[in-house]
């Protein structure tokens, strides 16, 4: 930086002292000049070292406080709905003003799912506390997030216990009490255990649970009935009697499946005098029954993937596996729609009769491979995959999702999954050699490779269909699905889809609709339709219009959406029954028709348990420094955050470094400079 006034003073002493232009000017005209085109060198040498200008930001950050509403029916079902429908939203946004003069207050409400709403329907019919816990940890992970402010009865039906999900939370939690604690006179059908399909001809099984409040010493019924068409028939009468005032009973029911087809059955239990909750006293049923079950043959020795993969297809609607030791089995073949090889052919057991049945029969095999399967046997049974395996060696591979599967749909939500589920062991090969006729469902991901080698493939050949999984600790896929979500639902998705599409027999027809045989009262009815040419392609031109019926004979007319090659509907939320439908599709002069029935089961968990559980809101507060407060102490939530010390701003200091050439000044500077002597240099005849 010395040298930049050094070429200001050399380049100024020289133009003013060495130039005979400038002889004649005055000697205080020469300085000024001089001092002039000094500071103007010396500033310009100094911008080319490029200077920064360093500067500080201070950012103000708000405390997060989060207002989550309970959305669900249980708040309205006391003798305050009138209150919680009116008085109660205005309380709310009082205290929501008040507090957003110092906070960053951010609105929920909650039931089956958390929305980014104050709601005050109270239409919810579930209530998961847990969901909003952690989609509140997820969102606001290393914000400054002050407090979580819960206004709910306390009643949960869904999920698991909040005080467990609460525990991720770093934060105050304060709650509102909502709902009624009086223990109200009450006859409950708190729940009907039952199977969702039966076989034709056989005895099925209901299991009723009732409950009832402060009704010792009285009496009601218990009927269970079909209803056909516009009528009731009473297939089972109970009487039952109160002998205390917290009564519980476990009521076994069995029935007859006389005929197939969709049955719908009513659960009732006889008001009793006194009672104010009628609504819990009654539930519908829906069973599916089935002409036959189709088996499944699993050999295998025992192994825990056989086991995780028998309890997914035994949960399925319509299968039944049946497991047996490979040299075991003694048993007719051809009785069986599928059948699946734990790590066969083996080196102790080809299998081979076995396998040549197979072939003659045309029956659907799943192959699972593993350190026991003979791959020099299993590369011989022309399934679409050889490989050449040194020995029994192996690889850990994760699963990628093939871009172009088209044989089946896997959910959207499933896919993103996939990714996050433990590495299976596949064959270590020196090359897996793949026939063009397989389709990949997942391929294998070794570190952070996707290899062209198939996870679970599947191929044809002649009239049988082929699976394969190229891998063994599957069961890990569950257990982890387990951990991550409490429940098996995209294990076993993956598990029915696959053998859905092995034992399912091909549908050759050119119209197909795919629905689910049941949905939720509270979740829209959602199917897809596909249309092929005669050479089997996929088009979606012709429109695809369907009738949905429901059991009273009113008619719902739709028109399905087009998608990239095929069709869906979303017919939204539809009453709770029994609904039939008829699609239709014209294309040229032929017209395609295609018949169905599903049913929309009531969610009633709202009904059956209404007093409030304020207990559980004091442990909350009491766990994560809060207060528990009632709805007329609302407008008190501000001065009672207000008077917290750790709940308080933080300021961010932003520290940044930018170009003194970009800064406008240094151009009107400059500017000023120039112009100043040049002005003064004219004025007095000099250039």
């Known amino acids: 930086m010395i040298l930049c006034p050094l070429a200001g003073a050399v380049y100024a002493f020289t133009f003013y002292y060495k130039n005979k232009r400038t002889a004649d000017l005055l000697p205080v005209l020469k300085w000024t000049l001089t001092a002039l085109r000094f500071l103007l060198v010396t500033f310009i040498v100094f911008l080319f070292l490029s200077p920064l200008i360093r500067s500080a930001k201070n950012t103000i ?99 698991f216990d909040p005080l467990y999900a609460a525990r991720s939370l ?19 059908i708190t729940k009907v255990d039952h199977n969702s399909t039966a076989y034709l001809g056989n005895t099925f099984p209901f299991q009723v649970i009732l409950d009832a409040q402060k009704l010792e010493g009285k ?130 057991n080809s299998l081979t009769q076995i396998l040549q049945s197979i072939n003659q029969l045309n029956i659907p095999v799943l192959y699972i491979l593993g350190a026991e399967t003979n791959y020099a046997a299993f590369s011989q049974l022309n399934t679409g995959l050889k490989l050449s395996a040194f020995g029994n060696r192996s690889s850990d591979a994760e699963a990628s999702v093939a871009p172009n ?31 063009p006729s397989m389709s990949v469902l997942l391929y294998q991901k070794i570190q952070t490779v996707t290899t062209g080698y198939p996870l679970i493939a599947f191929n044809s050949t002649g009239s049988s269909k082929i699976g394969i999984i190229a891998g063994e600790g599957i069961f890990r896929w569950k257990l982890q699905d387990y951990l991550d979500h409490k429940n098996h639902l995209f294990f076993d998705e993956l598990v029915t889809k696959t053998v859905q599409y092995l034992a399912v027999k091909d549908d050759k027809s050119f119209f197909r609709i795919h629905c689910p045989n049941s949905f939720k009262e509270d979740e829209p009815v959602e199917m897809d339709a596909e249309l092929y040419n005669p050479s089997y392609q996929l088009i979606n031109d012709p429109e695809v219009n369907i009738v949905i019926t429901n059991a009273a004979g009113k008619k719902f007319n739709f028109t399905f959406s087009r998608t990239s090659n095929a069709y869906h509907l979303n017919a939204g939320q539809l009453q709770a029954g029994i609904y039939s439908y008829e699609a239709t599709v014209k294309v040229g002069e032929q017209l395609y028709t295609k018949k169905g029935e599903f049913n929309l089961t009531p969610v009633q968990l709202e009904a059956t348990h209404t007093i409030a559980d304020h207990h559980l809101l004091y442990q909350l507060a009491n766990e994560h420094s809060g207060k528990m407060i009632f709805p007329n102490q609302i407008e008190e939530l501000p001065k009672l955050l207000e008077n917290r010390d750790d709940i308080k701003p933080v300021i961010y200091s932003h520290v940044a470094y930018s170009p003194l050439i970009d800064l406008k000044w240094v151009f009107f500077v400059l500017l000023a400079l120039a112009s100043i002597e040049w002005f003064i240099r004219k004025w007095n005849g000099t250039y």
């Not at 969901?131 to 819960?150: E, P």
């Not at 599967?405 to 299976?424: E, H, M, N, V």
């Open 219 to 348: 009496s009601s019924t218990l009927t269970v009935s079909e209803v056909k068409g516009n009528s009731e028939d009473k297939l089972f009468v109970k009487p039952i009697s109160f002998n205390s005032n917290s009564f519980h009973l476990s009521v076994p029911v069995q029935l007859t499946a006389k005929t197939a087809g969709l049955k719908h059955y009513i659960v009732k239990l006889d008001a009793v005098e006194g009672e104010e909750n009628l609504t819990n006293n009654k539930e519908d049923v829906y069973v599916r029954v089935l002409d036959q079950k189709e088996h499944i043959l699993v050999l295998s020795n025992p192994h825990p993937d056989v086991a995780a993969i028998v309890e997914s297809i035994n949960s399925t609607d319509g299968f039944e596996a049946e497991t047996y030791l490979p040299d075991k089995f003694q048993g007719q073949l051809n009785k069986y729609c599928l059948i699946i090889l734990n790590q066969l052919p083996s080196s102790t």
């Open 170 to 188: 770093k934060c105050n939690i304060y709650t509102v009490a909502l709902g009624d604690t009086a223990v109200k006179r009450d006859a409950i």
């Open 405 to 435: 599967f088209s044989l089946f749909t896997l959910s959207d939500d499933f896919k993103t999954y996939i990714g996050q589920l433990p590495a299976l062991s596949s064959p270590f090969a020196s090359s897996y050699q793949v026939s």
């Open 61 to 159: 950050e708000k405390p997060i406080v989060i207002i989550a509403q309970d959305n669900s029916e249980s708040v309205v079902t006391g003798k305050d709905s009138a209150f919680y429908r009116h008085a109660y939203p205005a309380s709310w946004d009082k205290a929501i003003t008040a507090l957003s003069a110092k906070y960053d207050v951010r609105v929920m409400s909650f039931g089956k799912e958390v929305k980014d709403s104050m709601n005050y329907s109270f239409a919810e019919k579930e209530t998961d506390i847990s969901s909003l816990f952690d989609a509140i940890t997820k969102r606001y992970y290393g914000k400054n997030l002050g407090a979580v402010v819960l206004a709910t009865d306390g009643i949960y039906n869904k999920g």
